[in-house]
T-cell receptor, first 112, second 114 residues
């Protein structure tokens, strides 16, 4: 069945470091791909999305490109801030009922 | 625009007791979701409503979990009786309609079963 695999955390970086969180997927058909973020004490928020191959989603300095050939949707940011400390979830949406399939989440801690 | 509201934020109960969670979605959102998020895991969909009808409850443990959305607006999720393994965060989300992937989440209810 459809599944999402993302790199295990926790990831700890210093402020202004480069961030990559890997995400790969398995799906039949042509899923849409998402990154959600969960800040401490808050609900999940959609960070960015891509609906077809080669699309690049971007928001708040984060980017991810939908790579069909490698079945990947890695999250990147050139210079992280302390305020980016959160848990990041990769997810895919496949099928007509729009059910989201989630990765396990990657915790990011950014130190000043 | 007000977001998705959930209450309570925290609940501690003993096993075999009952508990109920409440969710009020964003105004006008037809689709409502309940998720269970166990520590260290991604959210697991328990039930999806379209207005007041159930679209998907395939992963809802129906022997102990129930949910309703009687008037197609707010919703209640109940656990009766609770087990230790039900300790989790219960998330409610809503979306404008069933065929959109943009779901808006509430802050969640953290349940601890002792």
């Amino acid at each position: 069945g459809d599944s999402v695999t993302q790199m295990e955390g926790p990831v700890t970086l210093s402020e202004e470091a480069f961030l990559t969180i890997n995400c790969t997927y398995t799906a039949t058909g042509y899923p849409s791909l998402f990154w959600y973020v969960q800040y401490p004490g808050e609900g999940l928020q959609l960070l960015l999305k891509a609906t077809k191959a080669d699309d690049k989603g971007s928001n708040k300095g984060f980017e991810a490109t939908y790579r069909k050939e490698t079945t990947s949707f890695h999250l990147e940011k050139g210079s992280v801030q302390v305020s980016d400390s959160a848990v990041y979830f990769c997810a895919l949406d496949a099928g007509n009922n729009r059910k989201l399939i989630w990765g396990l989440g990657t915790s990011l801690a950014v130190n000043p | 625009e007000a977001g998705v509201a959930q209450s309570p934020r925290y609940k501690i109960i003993e096993k075999r007791q009952s508990v109920a969670f409440w969710c009020n979605p964003i105004s006008g959102h037809a689709t409502l979701y309940w998720y269970q998020q166990i520590l260290g895991q991604g959210p697991k969909l328990l039930i999806q409503f379209q207005n007041n009808g159930v679209v998907d409850d395939s992963q809802l443990p129906k022997d102990r979990f129930s949910a309703e959305r009687l008037k197609g607006v707010d919703s209640t999720l109940k656990i009766q009786p609770a087990k230790l393994e039900d300790s989790a965060v219960y998330l409610c989300a809503s979306s404008l309609r069933r065929d959109t992937y943009e779901q808006y989440f509430g802050p969640g209810t953290r349940l601890t079963v002792t």
